[in-house]
């Protein structure tokens, strides 16, 4: 039986090593800290988180809650070490960092089909590999990917606008409409010069996120953060991204005075992103900022704007929904470098992948989890989405398949549809025989 090889000690790579390793197969897992270390790690221990110790909230109607449901009944390392670890949050699951990233070496070092290896990858293995390097993938191997992959198919860093769903978008004031009679593929919110100029203050006042010393990127042109156009004057966005020409009101027949686009992002049709509006604003003046957009009160925010170093693959391109690249090789990808944002999202999709990757070493076909399910939903996102442009994306409601009959109110139809995913995720993995593997961590 031929053995897997696992690139990356992170929360992909750990749990991609536990669940292949569960499976029956050996692992060699590679981790190049303390060896070679990153600008953001500060140890060389598995597992180590680098910014918030949260995976997220906890309720039913939260979808990172669901995901966490999920990959804990299949017997996740790292939700079991997250457990045992948790410390008071509200309703988050918050953990003690260093006790975290213990219990998960004790239980990769406690694991006889597991061999670890201190040492940098530069280049991929011969045979059955999952690729979980994430956000600071080393120069080397870096540059042997893009090589190998193409260089346009890699991006190193991120540099994202606020994604919020339709439903959540008042279709009274919102318009389809395409530039100077194009088609009209792009919802457009018109602005007045009371609404713009309001919208104007709120980005000059907001907040942004301080980068770390190696984040300080020089953006071109064509990637202007929206908080730094505004900086340029008060008419620069709307000579911009918020330009309204080609764009008249059908209500007034008129142009506006500024109009912000939204882009489909989903082969659903359920997830628009707001066109220009890539920003490293803080969440909470970020979500005051799209929600004084008229169309936008009530938008519904599943992915807040970023601009942060990132390494991370053109998933849709090369990604099959079992996170295997398309071009044959037998090699999976997992967590950020397949495109999800957050710690929970890359140890799932890092179990997915370990799996997977064990399955072949056996001689058994790949698995997906169905489309119902919050993990289901997250890969088959990363395989279909548009390629052009393609940001990463974290685990939400509205990559879901949409009810027959949602329930009124956003909070009931949200615990609907994690009934739905849990329900569905749960007989796909007792039919494939997923449920035995329970880590046991002290």
Not at 113 to 134: F, K, M, Q, Y
Not at 141 to 153: H, K
Not at 206 to 220: I, T
Not at 351 to 366: I, S, T
């Given at each position: 039986?031929?053995?897997v090889?696992?690139?990356?000690?992170?929360?992909?790579?750990?749990?991609?090593?536990?669940?292949?390793?569960?499976?029956?197969?050996?692992?060699?897992?590679?981790?190049?800290?303390?060896?070679?270390?990153?600008p953001?790690h500060r140890?060389?221990?598995?597992?180590?988180?680098?910014?918030?110790?949260?995976?997220?909230?906890?309720?039913e109607?939260?979808?990172?809650?669901?995901l966490?449901?999920?990959?804990?009944?299949?017997?996740?390392?790292?939700?079991?070490?997250?457990?045992?670890?948790?410390?008071p949050?509200?309703?988050?699951?918050a953990v003690?960092?260093?006790?975290?990233?213990?219990?998960?070496?004790?239980?990769?070092?406690?694991?006889?089909?597991?061999?670890?290896?201190?040492?940098?990858?530069?280049?991929?293995?011969?045979?059955?590999?999952?690729?979980?390097?994430?956000?600071?993938?080393?120069?080397?191997?870096?540059?042997?990917?893009?090589?190998?992959?193409?260089?346009?198919?890699?991006?190193?860093?991120?540099?994202?606008?606020?994604?919020?769903?339709?439903?959540?978008?008042?279709?009274?004031?919102?318009?389809?409409?395409?530039?100077?009679?194009?088609?009209?593929?792009y919802?457009?919110c018109?602005?007045?010069?009371?609404?713009?100029?309001?919208?104007?203050?709120?980005?000059?006042?907001?907040?942004?996120?301080?980068?770390?010393?190696?984040?300080?990127?020089?953006?071109?042109?064509?990637?202007?953060?929206?908080?730094?156009?505004?900086?340029?004057?008060?008419?620069?966005?709307?000579?911009?991204?918020?330009?309204?020409?080609?764009?008249?009101?059908?209500?007034?027949?008129?142009?506006?005075?500024?109009?912000?686009?939204?882009?489909?992002?989903?082969?659903?049709?359920?997830?628009?992103?707001?066109?220009?509006?890539?920003?490293?604003?803080?969440?909470?003046?970020?979500?005051?900022?799209?929600?004084?957009?008229?169309?936008?009160?009530?938008?519904?925010?599943?992915?807040?704007?970023?601009?942060?170093?990132?390494?991370?693959?053109?998933a849709?391109r090369?990604?099959?929904?079992?996170?295997?690249?398309?071009?044959?090789?037998?090699?999976?990808?997992?967590?950020?470098?397949?495109?999800?944002?957050?710690?929970?999202?890359?140890?799932?999709?890092?179990?997915?992948?370990?799996?997977?990757?064990?399955?072949l070493?056996?001689?058994?076909?790949?698995?997906?989890?169905?489309?119902?399910?919050?993990?289901?939903?997250?890969?088959?996102?990363?395989?279909?989405?548009?390629?052009?442009?393609?940001?990463?994306?974290?685990?939400?409601?509205?990559l879901?398949?949409?009810?027959?009959?949602?329930?009124?109110?956003?909070?009931?139809?949200?615990r609907?549809?994690?009934?739905?995913?849990?329900?569905?995720?749960?007989?796909?993995?007792?039919?494939?025989?997923?449920?035995?593997f329970?880590?046991?961590?002290?």
């Amino acid at each position: 039986m031929e053995a897997v090889h696992v690139i990356g000690g992170g929360l992909s790579g750990v749990e991609a090593a536990w669940a292949a390793a569960r499976l029956g197969v050996q692992v060699h897992l590679w981790e190049m800290r303390p060896a070679r270390m990153t600008p953001a790690h500060r140890t060389g221990q598995l597992a180590e988180l680098v910014c918030s110790n949260s995976f997220g909230g906890e309720a039913e109607d939260n979808a990172k809650g669901c995901l966490q449901r999920e990959i804990a009944a299949v017997g996740s390392a790292v939700m079991a070490a997250a457990q045992a670890s948790r410390l008071p949050a509200g309703a988050a699951l918050a953990v003690d960092r260093e006790r975290f990233s213990y219990l998960v070496g004790q239980a990769i070092s406690a694991e006889p089909r597991i061999h670890l290896h201190t040492a940098e990858c530069r280049d991929l293995p011969s045979g059955v590999t999952v690729l979980a390097t994430g956000p600071l993938t080393s120069d080397a191997l870096a540059a042997r990917l893009a090589e190998r992959l193409g260089e346009s198919q890699l991006a190193f860093y991120d540099a994202a606008a606020p994604v919020v769903t339709k439903s959540s978008i008042d279709l009274s004031v919102a318009y389809f409409a395409g530039r100077y009679g194009q088609p009209a593929d792009y919802l457009n919110c018109p602005l007045d010069r009371a609404a713009y100029l309001h919208w104007y203050r709120l980005v000059s006042e907001a907040r942004s996120h301080v980068p770390h010393d190696f984040e300080h990127l020089e953006f071109f042109e064509g990637c202007m953060p929206i908080e730094e156009l505004a900086r340029r004057g008060v008419d620069t966005p709307r000579f911009g991204p918020l330009k309204p020409r080609g764009l008249p009101d059908p209500r007034t027949g008129r142009e506006p005075y500024a109009a912000v686009q939204l882009r489909q992002e989903d082969a659903a049709g359920e997830l628009w992103s707001l066109v220009g509006f890539q920003t490293g604003l803080k969440w909470p003046d970020q979500q005051g900022v799209v929600r004084a957009i008229p169309g936008l009160e009530r938008a519904e925010i599943v992915r807040y704007g970023v601009m942060h170093r990132n390494t991370y693959l053109n998933a849709p391109r090369l990604l099959a929904p079992s996170l295997r690249l398309r071009s044959g090789l037998p090699v999976w990808v997992a967590g950020v470098l397949a495109g999800t944002e957050g710690y929970l999202e890359s140890a799932a999709t890092g179990w997915l992948a370990g799996v997977n990757a064990a399955r072949l070493a056996l001689g058994q076909e790949p698995l997906v989890p169905p489309a119902e399910s919050v993990l289901g939903s997250l890969v088959r996102y990363l395989s279909s989405a548009k390629s052009e442009g393609f940001q990463p994306m974290n685990a939400n409601w509205g990559l879901l398949p949409p009810l027959p009959a949602p329930p009124r109110g956003r909070r009931e139809r949200n615990r609907a549809l994690s009934e739905r995913a849990r329900r569905s995720f749960a007989l796909w993995a007792e039919a494939e025989g997923l449920l035995a593997f329970r880590p046991s961590l002290a």
